[in-house]
């Protein structure tokens, strides 16, 4: 089946709400959106939404790359060689996760519709639900509580709290959300590489015995030998996020003593289903788990996330709640969550429908 024609754009979407992390703050995000129509008028539709500040580009620049020469040559195309074209693409366009991911989804889901199935089962899908973290910004005590009761009556059973700017106001805001929900919530922590080993000694020795899930990314980029001062159930409980942006850093944490047990797969830093493949085949035979993540993003690459993260078996936890603050998408459907449990559907490639 030919593909007869691509078409890209960019579209700046309103958040519900603002929101803090360490090193910023959101109140919108600009989205980059691809399709692929094929000669039966089926369309497969990607998207991308990389962070700059972690992986070098820009929304603007994947939507520039999704209009070049190289992009509009996949007409004419057999939709049956995909994985061909992705190769291809990773090799025409390094070191742009975005754009990577933009094709690599758009083209899976054309692939799916084509073939009538979805890309979890042409992957071998191993789960069919588990349960999403919703994120909580950096905030004071009292609004950290509010938000959590309004998650807690949505449904949702486990918090990921945004911290790294003052350890001891983290400390007081996961002691206090503990003290309100006990077991009610499980709770992971995202530092955002804002720690130093002295903040994080800190930070561990202070929730010890609250049973938090996961650290995730809690020191700069670069620091990573500095984790070794940590005995390893303390850094079994690190998961690796800006430090992990493709294979090759997969296969060098992996290595004899292993400074993270839990590595974050986004498809927004890999540049999409293939990369993130190449990144679980590692972990998996390095007995570690994933823990698949996003950034603000469409359904549609939300989606693509779940279907891979559940044709994994060594895939532990999802924080897939980066469409869900979105005042607009694109598409509808592709999953729905059921007391904070995402479940995709069986419809053919990623299941979504056009608005």
Same mark, same amino acid.
């Given at each position: 089946?030919?593909?007869?024609?691509?078409?890209?754009?960019?579209?700046?979407?309103?958040?519900?709400?603002?929101?803090?992390?360490?090193?910023?703050?959101?109140?919108?995000?600009?989205?980059?959106?691809?399709?692929?129509?094929?000669?039966?008028?089926?369309?497969?539709?990607?998207?991308?939404?990389?962070?700059?500040?972690?992986?070098?580009?820009?929304?603007?620049?994947?939507?520039?790359?999704?209009?070049?020469?190289?992009?509009?040559?996949?007409?004419?195309?057999?939709?049956?060689?995909?994985?061909?074209?992705?190769?291809?693409?990773?090799?025409?366009?390094?070191?742009?996760?975005?754009?990577?991911?933009?094709?690599?989804?758009?083209?899976?889901?054309?692939?799916?519709?084509?073939?009538?199935?979805?890309?979890?089962?042409?992957?071998?899908?191993?789960?069919?639900?588990?349960?999403?973290?919703?994120?909580?910004?950096?905030?004071?005590?009292?609004?950290?509580?509010?938000?959590?009761?309004?998650?807690?009556?949505?449904?949702?059973?486990?918090?990921?709290? %945004?911290?790294?700017?003052?350890?001891?106001?983290?400390?007081?805001?996961?002691?206090?959300? %503990?003290?309100?929900?006990?077991?009610?919530?499980?709770?992971?922590?995202?530092?955002?590489?804002?720690?130093?080993?002295?903040?994080?000694?800190?930070?561990?020795?202070?929730? %010890?015995?609250?049973?938090?899930?996961?650290?995730?990314?809690?020191?700069?980029?670069?620091?990573?030998?500095?984790?070794?001062?940590?005995?390893?159930?303390?850094?079994?409980?690190?998961?690796?996020?800006?430090?992990?942006?493709?294979?090759?850093?997969?296969?060098?944490?992996?290595?004899?003593?292993?400074?993270?047990?839990?590595?974050?797969?986004?498809?927004?830093?890999?540049?999409?289903?293939?990369?993130?493949?190449?990144?679980?085949?590692?972990?998996?035979?390095?007995?570690?788990?994933?823990?698949?993540?996003?950034?603000?993003?469409?359904?549609?690459?939300?989606?693509?996330?779940?279907?891979?993260?559940?044709?994994?078996?060594?895939? %532990?936890?999802?924080?897939?709640?980066?469409?869900?603050?979105?005042?607009?998408?694109?598409?509808?459907?592709?999953?729905?969550?059921?007391?904070?449990?995402?479940?995709?559907?069986?419809?053919?490639?990623?299941?979504?429908?056009?608005?």
């Amino acid at each position: 089946m030919k593909i007869v024609a691509v078409r890209s754009y960019l579209k700046k979407m309103a958040l519900t709400k603002p929101y803090t992390i360490a090193y910023n703050t959101f109140s919108d995000v600009q989205l980059a959106f691809f399709e692929i129509e094929l000669a039966n008028g089926m369309i497969g539709y990607g998207s991308g939404s990389p962070a700059e500040e972690v992986v070098g580009e820009t929304t603007e620049q994947t939507v520039a790359n999704l209009q070049t020469a190289f992009v509009q040559n996949f007409v004419g195309r057999d939709i049956r060689h995909f994985q061909q074209i992705i190769f291809q693409t990773l090799q025409h366009f390094p070191h742009l996760p975005g754009t990577q991911a933009a094709i690599d989804i758009a083209l899976h889901d054309a692939f799916g519709k084509y073939m009538g199935i979805s890309v979890a089962e042409f992957y071998g899908q191993k789960m069919n639900s588990l349960p999403t973290s919703v994120t909580i910004g950096i905030k004071n005590v009292q609004d950290t509580l509010q938000e959590a009761k309004a998650y807690q009556a949505m449904g949702f059973q486990i918090l990921k709290v %945004k911290t790294g700017i003052e350890v001891n106001e983290d400390i007081e805001r996961v002691v206090k959300l %503990k003290e309100q929900y006990g077991h009610q919530f499980k709770i992971r922590v995202d530092a955002n590489q804002g720690y130093s080993i002295t903040d994080l000694q800190k930070f561990i020795a202070a929730t %010890k015995g609250m049973d938090l899930e996961l650290i995730e990314q809690p020191m700069p980029v670069g620091t990573e030998s500095e984790l070794f001062t940590l005995d390893w159930p303390d850094r079994k409980l690190l998961a690796a996020d800006e430090s992990l942006k493709n294979s090759q850093a997969a296969l060098h944490f992996a290595s004899n003593e292993k400074p993270f047990g839990i590595y974050n797969i986004k498809l927004m830093k890999c540049g999409g289903i293939v990369g993130a493949l190449g990144i679980a085949n590692i972990a998996q035979n390095a007995l570690i788990d994933l823990f698949w993540g996003c950034n603000d993003e469409s359904i549609i690459s939300i989606t693509a996330a779940l279907h891979v993260a559940y044709a994994c078996p060594n895939t %532990k936890y999802i924080d897939l709640d980066g469409s869900l603050d979105l005042a607009e998408d694109l598409v509808k459907g592709g999953f729905e969550i059921v007391k904070g449990e995402m479940r995709i559907n069986t419809g053919a490639g990623f299941g979504f429908s056009i608005i």
